[in-house]
């Protein structure tokens, strides 16, 4: 029996073909008010540019490692470890270190990023299996914890269809197609893996992790083109929008709309 969908978020669910920008200015913004409060704190600093430098290169390292290990990065710690690096005392003058991450995380003020929607077929089939009492829950591979992501998730009008089960890689600990990472949803929702699909678009990340799992797994194709999937990575399904969904669910769970 069908009793949860777990999807993936970015383009996914949110649509990034629309993105021209550079991530590095974009990231460099939310950078500045962190590096000014710092500033305000602690003297001497590092200048801004050796700052920013600094994070970039802890943040390639953090990534680069993760995808050996399957650690999570966490923008928290990076933004903590920066700061040490560039001249903050890491007795942070008595503050500890987890005050010390959130103050960052809430100056480093994210944003929805300009050029980014929701799939025109999201809201409609999200609205769709919800009217079918199907649970809904999201796993990201982000960086940022999930309240910083669910900034997006509200101005994307998202939210509310994700009311309880939400992760983000950091919030975990562990990157996708780490099979505990999906466990850790299924915990959460509370049910078992032969009664959850997973929707989402990479291959090596979704449907690998989603298989390991145990779960049934399925491609969303973000180009209108048939998939082709070299290897042993092979997802249950492919599908080019999730208007094709519904379709899927009803081969491999008759019934499940009632």
Same mark, same amino acid.
């Given at each position: 029996?069908?009793?949860? $969908?777990?999807?993936?978020?970015?383009?996914?669910?949110?649509?990034?073909?629309?993105?021209?920008?550079?991530?590095?200015?974009? /990231?460099?913004?939310?950078? %500045?008010?962190?590096?000014?409060?710092? %500033?305000?704190?602690?003297?001497?600093?590092?200048?801004? =540019?050796?700052?920013?430098?600094?994070?970039?290169?802890?943040? %390639? =390292?953090?990534?680069?490692? #993760?995808?050996?290990?399957? &650690?999570?990065?966490?923008?928290?710690?990076?933004?903590? &470890?920066?700061?040490?690096?560039? #001249?903050?005392? /890491?007795?942070? &003058?008595?503050?500890?270190?987890?005050? *010390?991450?959130?103050?960052?995380?809430?100056? !480093?003020?994210?944003?929805?990023? /300009?050029?980014?929607?929701? *799939?025109?077929?999201?809201?409609?089939?999200?609205?769709?299996? @919800? =009217? !079918?009492?199907?649970?809904?829950?999201?796993?990201? &591979?982000?960086?940022?914890?999930?309240?910083?992501?669910?900034?997006?998730?509200?101005?994307?009008?998202?939210?509310?269809?994700?009311?309880?089960?939400?992760?983000?890689?950091?919030? $975990?600990?562990?990157?996708?197609? !780490?099979?505990?990472?999906?466990?850790?949803?299924?915990?959460?929702?509370?049910? /078992?893996?032969?009664?959850?699909?997973?929707?989402?678009?990479?291959?090596?990340?979704? $449907?690998?992790? =989603?298989?390991?799992?145990?779960?049934?797994?399925?491609? @969303?194709?973000?180009? @209108?083109?048939?998939?082709?999937?070299?290897?042993?990575?092979?997802?249950?399904?492919?599908?080019?929008?999730? !208007?094709?969904?519904?379709?899927?669910?009803?081969?491999?769970?008759?019934?499940? %709309?009632?």
């Amino acid at each position: 029996m069908l009793k949860a $969908i777990i999807f993936d978020l970015d383009d996914t669910l949110i649509d990034w073909s629309g993105f021209t920008g550079d991530w590095t200015q974009i /990231e460099t913004k939310h950078l %500045r008010p962190v590096y000014d409060y710092l %500033r305000s704190k602690h003297d001497p600093l590092k200048d801004f =540019a050796e700052f920013c430098n600094t994070f970039y290169t802890q943040t %390639r =390292a953090a990534w680069s490692q #993760g995808q050996a290990t399957l &650690n999570a990065p966490h923008l928290g710690e990076l933004l903590v &470890n920066t700061a040490f690096a560039c #001249g903050v005392p /890491e007795t942070l &003058n008595g503050m500890p270190r987890d005050e *010390f991450r959130k103050k960052l995380l809430h100056l !480093h003020h994210w944003s929805p990023v /300009e050029g980014t929607t929701v *799939f025109a077929d999201v809201t409609d089939i999200l609205t769709k299996l @919800r =009217a !079918h009492k199907i649970k809904l829950a999201l796993l990201t &591979n982000a960086y940022q914890p999930m309240w910083m992501r669910d900034i997006e998730m509200r101005a994307h009008g998202l939210i509310d269809f994700f009311p309880m089960c939400r992760f983000s890689a950091a919030d $975990i600990g562990l990157l996708k197609p !780490h099979p505990d990472a999906f466990h850790k949803v299924l915990e959460c929702i509370g049910i /078992e893996p032969h009664e959850a699909v997973f929707v989402g678009d990479s291959p090596d990340t979704d $449907i690998a992790g =989603a298989q390991a799992a145990g779960m049934k797994s399925i491609l @969303r194709v973000v180009k @209108r083109t048939q998939p082709m999937i070299s290897g042993l990575i092979v997802p249950d399904s492919a599908i080019n929008t999730l !208007h094709e969904l519904p379709a899927v669910l009803d081969d491999w769970f008759p019934g499940w %709309r009632d």
